[in-house]
């Protein structure tokens, strides 16, 4: 298969457009979580699990559900949509191997700790950070790689008798 940088200009033009559309809304998912939280261990276990005396309520069962669901589903396809065409890049196959099962074990144990972060337990706290951390890193250089690919010059064809 071809790698992007030999595809037609639409094609990478159309893949570059869908991974600045993903990685505009993951930005403003990172953005609502920080003003959610800030970020902080004790800002998240608020979130999710509550604080009374603060008259924070946590997220019921259900809203959880609907937060894991959405989550789970919506980045899971954008990620194995960015991951596909970071398959197509140029970088080697080592790196994309690991880019592209990290970001989606991430995703799962970054919202299965929440999960569990909901229900009391805050020393799931401790597995959502580096996952969390590791689900962005990966999201981020597969996307800048596939930017890369699409974005810089197509490989000159050399013919040797011209």
């Known amino acids: 298969m071809k790698h992007i940088p030999n ?5 990478r033009w159309f893949a570059a457009a869908l991974v ?3 990685l505009t809304g993951y930005a403003a998912g990172l953005v609502f979580v920080y003003h959610n939280t800030g970020l902080a261990p004790d800002g998240v ?5 509550g604080d009374e005396e ?7 069962t259900g809203e959880m559900l609907e ?23 140029t ?3 080592r790196l994309k191997r690991i880019l592209m099962v990290e970001t989606m074990l991430s995703l799962l144990t970054t919202f299965g ?13 401790y597995l959502v950070y580096p996952s969390s951390i590791l689900m962005v890193i990966g999201y981020t250089a597969m996307s800048a790689v596939v930017l890369w690919n699409c ?5 000159r064809e050399i013919h040797p008798f011209s």
Do not use: C, N
């Not at 603060?54 to 019921?60: E, L, N, T, Y």
């Open 20 to 22: 600045l559309v993903g």
């Open 91 to 93: 970088a080697g196959e």
């Open 151 to 155: 974005l810089r010059p197509p490989p």
């Open 54 to 60: 603060a008259m924070k309520f946590g997220k019921s």
């Open 113 to 125: 700790g929440l999960w569990l972060v909901a229900s009391g337990q805050r020393a799931w706290l």
């Open 7 to 11: 595809w037609p200009a639409h094609w």
């Open 45 to 49: 276990l608020d979130h999710y699990h």
């Open 67 to 89: 937060i894991v669901h959405t989550h789970l589903l919506g980045m899971g396809v954008l990620f194995f949509a960015v991951g596909g065409l970071f398959s197509f890049s």
